[in-house]
């Protein structure tokens, strides 16, 4: 595989932002990929899951797991691919606990310096926050509860969540950066 922009063949590193609905993913890792000296690739998830048109079931429906799981494989398999070829990956998407493994495992098994974080504000601010998106985008409150609640009680990854509650864009990717550099968010 190619080496872009490094003048070495040095990976790039992965940065998983992960969180319940409405938790501010997709803006700050955007704006983690645009503001990095590195090349850089924000990959947005979402537009793999969109990639299904028929038979696509979201991830409360019942019998959902086994397409998440195909879906996560091709989501770290793409990000490995960019990683490997020297991109550092902000990956953005709602990935729930019980996934994790099937993402991190093809990134780990190309070597590849990963990083997570849980962007997790309380259950009424995702509400509100949701409550301001396009019709299409908002959640219904049950759906929201589920979600959030799907990123309570983390274990050994509890370490690995910013409270973003009362924090702008800005600050939360302030708190990301510095985090990664200390080495707090690596897994």
């Given at each position: 595989?190619?080496?872009?922009g490094r ?62 799981q195909v ?15 020297g991109y ?100």
């Open positions: 595989m190619s080496r872009i003048g070495t063949e040095d990976k790039g590193t992965i940065l998983i932002v992960t969180g319940p609905a409405a938790s501010g993913k997709t803006s700050v890792a955007r704006q983690i990929a645009e503001q990095t000296l590195d090349p850089s690739v924000h990959l947005h998830a979402d537009d793999f899951f969109h990639a299904l048109k028929v038979g696509r079931l979201r991830g409360w429906d019942e019998g959902s797991t086994l397409q998440h879906v996560f494989e091709a989501i770290g398999s793409a990000a490995s691919a960019f990683a490997n070829g550092f990956v902000v990956l953005d998407s709602l990935i729930r606990p019980r996934y994790l493994d099937v993402l991190t495992d093809i990134i780990r098994s190309n070597n590849i310096e990963l990083h997570y974080v849980v962007l997790r504000p309380s259950l009424s601010e995702t509400q509100s926050r949701s409550c301001k998106r396009d019709e299409a985008l908002c959640h219904r409150d049950e759906i929201l509860d589920e979600l959030h609640g799907a990123f309570l009680n983390l274990g050994g990854l509890e370490s690995h969540v910013i409270d973003n509650t009362s924090l702008d864009v800005n600050q939360t990717v302030e708190e990301i950066r510095s985090r990664m550099k200390r080495g707090e968010l690596l897994i």
